[in-house]
């Protein structure tokens, strides 16, 4: 009993992590048609705040979150002014502004990846934090594990939240639905795509943020976590959030699984025949109706 | 320039660069070598994704596959029928694959075939430690240098003529009518999924072949250095930078492009990475075109200049 339940939560606190790379992506995605493969480098920095927070000024990473969560949002602001605006506003397509982006992002992601190298080295870096173990039913996990779960899904829940009952998560959603109809009814892009643009890294950093409280960073982290988080994006469908959530879950729960039954190295293998076999199933997504 | 000329033409410069182990230094040859192999990738590259504008992020893929034919079967079989074996299981890879996700558009596109180097490098490193017991595998009795020299140009012209004949033919055309609107050429009669499937097998052929032709240059192969992305990467940046819909564009920037980077890249590695992801926003932002986009306006500046000349030249005999 206590083994499976060891093995579905190790499932479930990874996928929380995905979870949470994936809504941020998915917004973007969604509502600007960005294909930002250099989300996970943002990610990546996240970790490296945090990481910088705790050694250098001995702050706890937890308090320090909120902190990710705004320089994070400022650097996205800034990113998107000088990135995407200009692509969103002279490409004649919608699948040009994606192949644009996608170029562009690209570019990003080597500038941001190497000058991460450049500022802090290839070694892996870490630090310990509530590593102490705690024992539920039976199974045994270590705390920071079960602290990054509760605030993975908290932060899911908490967008969720704001998307489903605020005016600004409805003005999200309708542009996600109709452009055109929602500047009809005064909906101002200008304002709406830099914001959720923001959010979508915060998002990242936040879990860049959890993940270092867990695991060795290194600048090369992010971009596992960008393919996965887009696997998890095909899996729940493009633009659902609810989607990508659950999609996350449900990824962690396979790997887990796939792990333990036949290698860890067969790890993206496992992730890629999953994508490969729902792009071709299903290519709405799992939960398309 | 019409089809014929081109194709001499290209075949004149294969001849004169022939000359070069005989007439060069071997660090000035090994530096050539890296150009034509950039020229021969970037070419091919462009042959299919220029064309179609399905944009493909598998080269390091394909190059990889084509090292490994040659890692695995050098030790039994000549040099000379290695590389079009390697060329071949790129190809044959590249149909299996298009033959599933080609009817794909956009993102999905490029973001499945971004992951199959990852893919495939994960499964050789898989079946290399669970079946072979090792990580890499070294290479003994290669071939001496001019003959990996003149295998790439071979095969870096090969491409050149094959993309060539290709923008020609109707084949070309079909390519490129899918790229403008594929429902269009759907409707006027193009078989696109053969058509996609085709292309894209062709172009992954002389990633392939290229591939088994440059991985005796490393006596040590193992997955991480030869389904290296930054040779993807590499490819995609200098066939944007040239311009994707032309041939010449790619050439051109292949040549200064694999002279930066041997210079560059090993005094400065990140620094390096990082201009050239500079670069590559600036240039997609600016001048989504590439640089041959340029030539169309700098011949139409200087004609209205000529024109302007000959107009006050005539105005002044006049008056």
């Known amino acids: 009993m206590g083994f499976w339940l060891e093995l579905v939560a190790s499932g479930l606190i990874t996928g929380g992590i995905y979870a949470v790379v994936a809504i941020g992506l ?31 000024l001995k702050v706890n990473p937890l308090v320090f979150l909120p902190v990710v969560a705004v320089a994070l949002f400022l650097i996205g602001l800034g990113v998107y002014r000088l990135c995407f605006r200009r692509i969103s506003r002279t490409s004649p397509s919608v699948e040009i502004i994606e192949a644009r982006s996608l170029l562009v992002s690209f570019g990003l992601m080597f500038l941001v990846q190497n000058a991460a190298y450049l500022a802090w080295g290839a070694d892996l870096r870490g ?31 908490a967008l969720l939240a704001v998307l489903r009952f605020t005016l600004v998560g409805k003005a999200v959603r309708a542009m996600m639905q109709s ?4 500047q009809l009814v005064g909906i101002d892009t200008a304002v709406l795509h830099p914001t959720v643009f923001g959010v979508g890294l915060a998002l990242a950093g936040v879990a860049g943020a959890l993940l270092s409280m867990v695991y060795e960073i290194s600048p090369a982290m992010g971009e596992p976590y960008t393919v996965t988080a887009l696997i998890v994006i095909t899996l729940g469908g493009l633009g659902s959030t609810l989607g990508a959530l659950l999609g996350g879950f449900l990824l962690g729960v396979v790997e887990a699984f796939g792990m333990h039954f036949t290698s860890p190295s067969l790890k993206m293998l496992l992730s890629y025949g999953v994508f490969i076999l729902v792009l071709l199933a299903r290519p709405k997504g799992l939960f398309a109706r | 320039m019409t089809l014929r000329n081109a194709v001499v033409m290209t075949l004149a410069a294969g001849i004169v660069l022939a000359a070069a182990p005989w007439a060069l230094s071997a660090f000035a040859l090994s530096l050539l070598l890296t150009c034509l192999m950039y020229a021969g990738l970037t070419v091919s590259w462009a042959m299919f994704s220029g064309a179609t504008n399905y944009l493909s992020l598998a080269t390091a893929a ?16 000549p040099y000379a029928v290695v590389v079009p074996l390697g060329g071949l299981a790129a190809a044959a890879f590249a149909a299996l694959i298009g033959a599933a996700i080609l009817h794909l558009r956009g993102a999905y596109f490029a973001v499945l075939t971004f992951g199959l180097g990852e893919l495939v490098r994960h499964a050789i ?15 003994t009795d290669v071939p001496e240098a001019p003959t990996v020299y003149l295998t790439v140009l071979f095969l870096a012209a090969a491409a050149i003529v094959t993309c060539l004949a290709v923008r ?20 006027l009669g193009v078989n696109t999924r053969r058509t996609k499937i085709a292309g894209f097998a062709l172009s992954a052929f002389f990633a392939g072949a290229l591939g088994a032709a440059m991985a005796v240059r490393w006596t040590y192969i193992e997955p991480n250095s030869v389904f290296n992305p ?22 051109a920037s292949s040549i200064v492009f694999s002279l930066l980077t041997e210079f560059l890249r090993l005094q400065f590695p990140y620094l390096f990475l ?28 200087i004609g209205a200049l000529g024109a302007r000349l000959a107009k006050l030249e005539s105005g002044g005999a006049r008056g």
């Open chain 2, 274 to 301: 990082i201009l050239l992801g500079l670069l590559l926003i600036v240039l997609v932002l600016y001048l989504p075109g590439g640089i041959a986009s340029l030539w169309p306006i700098a011949r139409a500046r």
């Open chain 1, 179 to 182: 452009p055109t109809g929602a």
């Open chain 2, 230 to 251: 930054f040779i993807g990467f590499q490819t995609v940046l200098i066939a944007m930078v040239g311009g994707a819909h032309t041939v010449i564009g790619p050439l």
């Open chain 2, 125 to 139: 490193t898989y079946s290399e430690k669970s079946y072979a017991h090792t990580v890499g595998r070294v290479l």
């Open chain 1, 26 to 56: 998915n917004l973007q995605y969604g509502l600007m048609r960005i294909m930002n493969i250099s989300h996970g480098e943002f990610l990546m920095l996240g970790a490296y705040f945090t990481w910088l927070a705790h050694t250098v």
């Open chain 1, 127 to 157: 630090y310990s934090f509530l590593d102490e173990p705690v024992e539920i039913a039976g199974a045994r996990f270590t705390a920071n594990r079960l602290v990054v779960l509760g605030f993975a899904v908290a932060a899911s829940l």
């Open chain 2, 62 to 77: 394909f190059f990889g596959i084509g090292a490994y034919v040659t890692a695995w079967g050098l030790a039994t079989l």
């Open chain 2, 168 to 187: 020609a033919s109707r084949f070309g055309l079909a390519l490129a009518g899918i790229g403008a609107d594929e429902e269009r050429a759907q409707t």
